[in-house]
């Protein structure tokens, strides 16, 4: 394989893993980003930092379009629209609701999702390796919580889809769930270990590690935004950025929510909305956290990070130039008092932060990894939604091993139920 000159777009978790792969086989790889990478500007900065095998179900499922109006209503639920943002969304919607309407729909969904997803918690251990961030990264597993047994059984297609693709999980209750999670109270809830899962206790501090490493391999990065792609008829030869041109021979967009602006010049439609997720960090939360926990009627990642007890979740569509509306955060914040009474404690919420970022999603919940159709030598991996740091390391290898194919017709490889091809 002849080294390439690879110019990437944006140093989120999905560049940053792009970047440190491709420097590591040889590639001449140079990043663009404007910002810290890392920083809380992106939506890897402030993720749950769940890295779930288990994480295989789109959200968009059968039936979803009959509980649209109450999520429109409902001021503390998990998932809300934002209506005045509703007309350009409607689009997008359509296509969202129609990616969910079978069970045979989800499951090839489920199928795609579980080749990107079923060793990510290995293919992070890889990475972190090479980028002097195991520390950051926990492999003892992770727990779904739900209230009673009738809720978890309410839930039982998604478990069955799981355990068909190979997830095995362990239910806990009583005292065993207990000794796992000791700050949860006693009651009737359900708990379903993960024991394949890891977790990230600081996913921006491991996007900047991946680029430190990246550099360390070879990798430029350039603090800079890129406005325009530079094409000949049929074709992407380098970027425009506020320093002035730069000429690859591919140009690989991880550029997340961003992302869409530049495939337009190239004439790929990229369907990605904002699901807009919210944190709130309790630096001081005192709570006992051996793994991380999400109760599903929260639907949201309790996490022991190097800033404090992160709550992570929320999915709010609403156009990407809206205002963070901070009563999601709050609800984050209520739903956990209820989960963990322990919280209940004013002087548990000093130095509380919230934080906003958005989810680049597709209406069917796979990112687009792979060549551009119309363009040669542009590739695109982003899209990833609720995934990004979970995939993140598998793109990585995907896209290394696919780049210094010809683009155009290159033959498809295990990402090709990835490819924009299906957007059409
Ligand atoms: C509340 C919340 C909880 C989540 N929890 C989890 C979880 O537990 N596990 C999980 O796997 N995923 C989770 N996610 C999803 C995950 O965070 C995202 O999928 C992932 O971070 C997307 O990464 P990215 O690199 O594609 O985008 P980003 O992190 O947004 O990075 C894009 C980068 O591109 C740069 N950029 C944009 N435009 C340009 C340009 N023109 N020129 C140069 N640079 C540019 C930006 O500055 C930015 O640094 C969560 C997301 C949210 C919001």
């Known amino acids: 394989m002849s ?15 792009c970047a440190l792969t491709l420097a590591r086989e040889g590639h001449q790889v140079i990043v663009f980003e404007p910002e810290v990478p890392g920083g809380p500007h992106a939506a890897s900065h402030g993720n749950g930092g769940w890295i779930s095998p288990a994480s295989i179900l789109p959200m968009s499922t059968p039936g979803l379009w009959r509980k649209i109006p109450g999520y429109l209503l409902d001021p503390q639920g998990p998932l809300t629209l934002r209506a005045s943002s509703l007309p350009s969304l409607l689009p997008w919607l359509w296509r969202f609701v129609r990616a969910g309407s079978t069970w045979d729909k989800v499951r090839l969904t489920a199928s795609a999702l579980h080749r990107l997803l079923h060793d990510a918690p290995d293919r992070h251990r890889e990475l972190a390796h090479w980028a002097n961030a195991s520390h950051l990264l926990h492999h003892t597993g992770l727990l779904y919580v739900y209230p009673h047994r009738p809720a978890f059984e309410a839930d039982a297609m998604a478990w069955q889809i799981r355990r068909e693709h190979g997830v095995s999980w362990v239910e806990l209750s009583g ?94 439609a990229l369907p990605l909305a904002s699901e807009r997720g919210y944190h709130v960090v309790l630096p001081h939360a ?118 210094s194919a010809p683009n155009i017709g290159a033959p498809a490889g295990e990402w090709q139920d990835f490819s924009m091809g299906r957007l059409a």
């Open 175 to 268: 005292d065993a769930l207990q000794a796992r999670a000791p700050a949860l109270p006693r009651a009737d809830q359900l708990g379903v270990w993960l024991p394949s899962g890891a977790w990230c206790s600081d996913p921006g501090e491991y996007v900047r590690r991946l680029m430190v490493a990246a550099q360390r391999a070879g990798a430029q990065l350039r603090h800079t935004r890129v406005h325009a792609l530079q094409r000949q008829p049929g074709r992407c030869t380098g970027l425009l950025t506020d320093q002035g041109a730069c000429s690859v021979d591919r140009v690989l967009i991880t550029a997340g929510i961003d992302s869409p602006r530049l495939a337009r010049e190239a004439g790929d």
């Open 3 to 17: 080294p390439l000159r690879i110019g990437i777009v944006g140093a989120g978790i999905v560049g940053a893993s």
């Open 286 to 403: 005192g709570l006992e956290l051996p793994v991380p926990i999400m109760p599903s009627d929260g639907r949201m990642a309790n996490t022991l990070t190097a800033q404090g007890l992160r709550l992570a979740g929320q999915v709010e569509l609403a156009h990407p130039s809206a205002p963070p509306n901070w009563a999601r955060a709050d609800a984050l914040l209520a739903h956990a008092r209820r989960t963990y009474p322990v919280l209940d404690q004013d002087e548990r919420r000093r130095g509380t932060t919230r934080w906003m970022g958005h989810r680049p999603s597709t209406p069917d919940g796979l990112p687009v990894i792979g060549p551009s159709p119309h363009c040669e030598g542009l590739w695109y991996a982003c899209g990833h939604g609720h995934v990004g740091l979970a995939a993140a390391a598998r793109t990585a290898l995907w896209v290394t091993q696919g780049i």
